[in-house]
């Protein structure tokens, strides 16, 4: 199984709603990444987890809270978004260490539409 | 200086023509360099990658990277309308935990039947 699963497809939610995005894999890796993608643009990293601790935050509004339940999981909790957050949401993992492959599989996105 | 360049294109070839795609990038401490292919509307796919300078051949794409240059491309032959689709490169270190991981803009490419 070499894939990441994210959920859901498509959201569209209001500027005071609160919603999750959910990824999963079952590859074993214990890095995963939240990017976001906006139309013509390559994916921005957000938060980098690493064996299931925030690594890494590039200074991503509060209104993004990412979690790590555990290794094969992650989701971003969403609130009180704007219009200028529409965008496709990507997860990643990958197996960090040496002599490990270099590999990221990316999931299929969450495409966000803030009203 | 942006970390890594690319031609946005967009580029459009007729079937069965050889294509270039290229990169270049400012920071030498990047040790992995990828080629990803996306569909509109769906998530990046690796297509190769490489940690060294040289070619890389895998069926009809080959990756060279040139380190001294600081330079990167990608090479389609006989393409395919099923190319069609945003090519981005990659530059990845590896750190002790995690990968940090810089895309380039990415190009866009047509293949026409």
């Known amino acids: 199984d070499t894939e990441v699963t994210q959920t859901p497809k498509h959201l569209v939610m209001g500027m005071t709603n609160k919603k999750s995005l959910k990824c999963e894999q079952h590859?074993?890796?214990?890095?995963m990444y939240w990017y976001k993608q906006k139309a013509k643009k390559p994916p921005e990293l957000m938060f980098v987890y690493s064996y299931e601790k925030l690594s890494i935050n590039e200074s991503v509004p509060s209104r993004f809270s990412p979690e790590c339940p555990n290794s094969s999981l992650l989701n971003l909790h969403l609130h009180a978004l704007q219009p200028e957050d529409s965008a496709l949401y990507l997860c990643?993992?990958?197996?960090?260490?040496?002599?490990?492959?270099?590999?990221?599989?990316f999931g299929q996105g969450t495409r966000l539409t803030v009203v | 200086q942006k970390e890594v360049e690319q031609d946005p294109g967009p580029l459009s070839v007729p079937e069965g023509a050889i294509v270039s795609l290229n990169c270049t990038y400012s920071?030498?401490?990047?040790?992995?360099f990828m080629w990803y292919r996306q569909y509109s509307r769906k998530g990046p796919e690796l297509l190769m990658y490489?940690?060294?300078?040289g070619n890389k051949e895998d069926g009809r794409f080959t990756a060279q990277v040139d380190k001294s240059s600081k330079y990167i491309s990608l090479f389609i032959r006989d393409s395919q309308p099923s190319d069609s689709a945003t090519y981005l490169c990659?530059?990845?270190?590896?750190?002790?935990?995690?990968?940090?991981?810089?895309f380039g803009p990415g190009t866009s490419l047509s293949v026409i039947p």
């Open positions: 990659a530059l990845r270190r590896r750190e002790t935990s995690y990968d940090k991981v810089i």
């Open positions: 590859m074993g890796h214990r890095a």
């Open positions: 490489t940690y060294s300078s």
């Open positions: 990643a993992s990958s197996q960090p260490g040496a002599g490990h492959s270099v590999e990221a599989f």
């Open positions: 920071n030498s401490a990047f040790q992995y």
